[in-house]
């Protein structure tokens, strides 16, 4: 892109006016300069050929003997003035005070062929105006009624005035020029900052409305193309407005509803959980059929509790309810006694030493959720490692089957999402990972997933050493 492109749209205004003013002015000016230059110059031209031809009547009437230097000479006198120098030529003689390198061959061919001629030429860096005309004698005869004398008679007129009147239309025209490129900028400026203002308005209430701020509106001026700009914006983000009200609404209503049924069911649950504990009890003594069908029973009633508990969990996050009990724990002390009180036979790095102050029933959720989701989904054997700086402590939990496809990274912390689509179900509730990542945010730290290089997956947790409440 070029550096034009990445001007503000005030600067193109500006130097569009400024360009087109510019350009308006220079033609106009120039166009005039030049018809007015030529018309003055054209002018004089005339009057000075009209002023010479009456000046050579009174050289009439021309000797019919041989015309004598003595003779030139007093024509030339006759005809030299302040403002003009003349030259009198016939045969190989001349008179007169004109140079003769003022003549060019173009202005004496005309001459010497019968006609009245002129030519600016340059005499010594100053223009001047050369004119030249022959002299004829009249015969009285009706079919050739004059004959060349042979005289040639040549001018050479200052052009001083024409000349200083052709410099000050040429001042005139770059003083028009500088005021109209003037008058241009403050019209610029002035039409920049109209059609900028409403820009400007439309920009800040885009910005508002980008940040949250359904309300943003902006105010509807005139009706332009701005002003339908303006109408069509504020319809926009009335209906973008209405639109995520509705969305705010569903979302606290299906929340609600899911709190509310979590909820209800946690009293029914713990006591048919009550029941199938004792039922296991029995399990071994029961034919083989019931027994099976006592121990699914009691397997699908643990799990139904557990997938109850999270939905409440998970709705404690989603209203903002969910808080930390924090206390100073040995961190690896900590880790230890949730892969024992499961029963998670990993292989662990844990040193001990390590402090942080967090919360330890939160981190006990994050600890069992990662590393059965590791022994369920991933391949044995799991290793569990800790170590810590002065910032953080940092847990990570690797197992080694297939690792995690480049598809589901993005999403391996979203609630109920499933890598295998034709999975009906899984052992798990689908919402471990996403309150593991809820419980590491809610402590200001981060979890993350990959992949090792050597193969399998890795989820790694990283936690402030004070957690700030």
């Given amino acids: 892109m070029t550096g034009w492109q990445f001007r503000g749209l005030r600067t193109r205004l500006l130097v569009a006016f400024a360009l087109l003013s510019v350009f308006t002015?220079?033609?106009?000016?120039?166009?005039?300069?030049?018809?007015?230059?030529?018309?003055?110059?054209?002018?004089?031209?005339?009057?000075?050929?009209?002023?010479?031809?009456?000046?050579?009547?009174?050289?009439?009437?021309?000797?019919?003997?041989?015309?004598?230097?003595?003779?030139?000479?007093?024509?030339?006198?006759?005809?030299?003035?302040?403002?003009?120098?003349a030259l009198v030529t016939s045969g190989g003689?001349?008179?007169?005070?004109?140079?003769?390198?003022?003549?060019?061959?173009?202005?004496?061919?005309?001459?010497?062929?019968?006609r009245v001629a002129w030519q600016r030429v340059d005499v010594g860096g100053v223009t001047q105006l050369a004119l030249g005309s022959p002299l004829l004698i009249s015969t009285g005869d009706r079919r050739n009624p004059t004959i060349p004398s042979g005289i040639e008679v040549y001018e050479l007129r200052n052009l001083d005035a024409e000349i200083e009147a052709v410099n000050g239309l040429a001042r005139n025209a770059w003083l028009a020029g500088g005021a109209a490129l003037v008058?241009?900028?403050?019209?610029?400026?002035?039409?920049?900052?109209?059609?900028?203002?409403p820009v400007g308005e439309l920009q800040r209430a885009a910005r508002r409305l980008g940040a949250g701020d359904l309300d943003a509106r902006i105010t509807v001026r005139g009706s332009d193309e701005l002003a339908s700009v303006a109408e069509t914006f504020n319809?926009?983000?009335?209906?973008?407005q209405r639109h995520v009200g509705e969305l705010r609404r569903m979302e606290a209503d299906a929340r609600r509803f899911v709190a509310d049924v979590s909820h209800e069911l946690r009293t029914p649950l713990a006591a048919m959980t009550a029941v199938t504990d004792?039922?296991?009890?029995?399990?071994?003594?029961?034919?083989?059929?019931?027994?099976?069908?006592?121990r699914?029973?009691?397997?699908?009633?643990?799990?139904?509790?557990?997938?109850?508990?999270?939905?409440?969990?998970v709705t404690r996050f989603d209203s903002g309810t969910a808080s930390?009990?924090?206390?100073?724990?040995?961190?690896?002390?900590?880790?230890?006694?949730?892969?024992?009180?499961?029963?998670?036979?990993?292989?662990t790095d844990l040193p001990d030493g390590i402090r942080a102050r967090?919360?330890?029933?939160?981190?006990?959720?994050?600890?069992?959720?990662?590393?059965?989701?590791?022994?369920?989904?991933?391949?044995?054997?799991?290793?569990v490692r800790l170590w810590g700086d002065q910032g953080g402590i940092t847990l990570s939990v690797e197992d080694s089957g297939s690792g995690l496809d480049e598809a589901v990274l993005p999403h391996v912390f979203a609630r109920f999402y499933k890598a295998d689509t034709a999975r009906s179900r899984s052992e798990g509730s689908g919402l471990g990972l996403a309150i593991a990542w809820e419980n590491a945010r809610l402590h200001h730290g981060e979890l993350t997933a990959g992949n090792r290089p050597g193969g399998g997956a890795v989820f790694t947790l990283w936690l402030p050493r004070e957690v700030r409440q």
């Fill in 93 to 114: 003689h001349s008179a007169g005070t004109m140079p003769a390198s003022a003549i060019t061959p173009d202005l004496r061919g005309a001459v010497q062929a019968g």
């Fill in 358 to 383: 967090v919360d330890p029933r939160r981190l006990d959720v994050i600890v069992a959720n990662l590393v059965g989701n590791a022994l369920r989904h991933g391949g044995e054997p799991v290793t």
């Fill in 324 to 347: 930390l009990a924090v206390d100073d724990v040995d961190v690896a002390e900590a880790v230890r006694a949730t892969l024992r009180a499961r029963g998670f036979a990993v292989e």
């Fill in 235 to 240: 319809s926009t983000a009335e209906s973008l």
């Fill in 25 to 85: 002015a220079v033609a106009v000016a120039g166009i005039g300069y030049v018809r007015a230059r030529d018309g003055i110059l054209q002018r004089t031209q005339d009057n000075a050929a009209v002023e010479m031809t009456n000046q050579l009547k009174q050289l009439y009437p021309l000797p019919r003997r041989p015309v004598d230097t003595g003779a030139l000479q007093s024509a030339a006198d006759r005809l030299n003035s302040r403002k003009n120098s």
């Fill in 183 to 197: 008058v241009a900028l403050v019209l610029a400026v002035l039409a920049a900052s109209s059609v900028l203002r």
């Fill in 296 to 313: 699914l029973v009691s397997q699908e009633t643990h799990n139904l509790a557990r997938l109850v508990n999270d939905l409440i969990e």
């Fill in 278 to 294: 004792m039922l296991d009890a029995e399990a071994e003594r029961l034919p083989d059929a019931a027994g099976e069908a006592v």
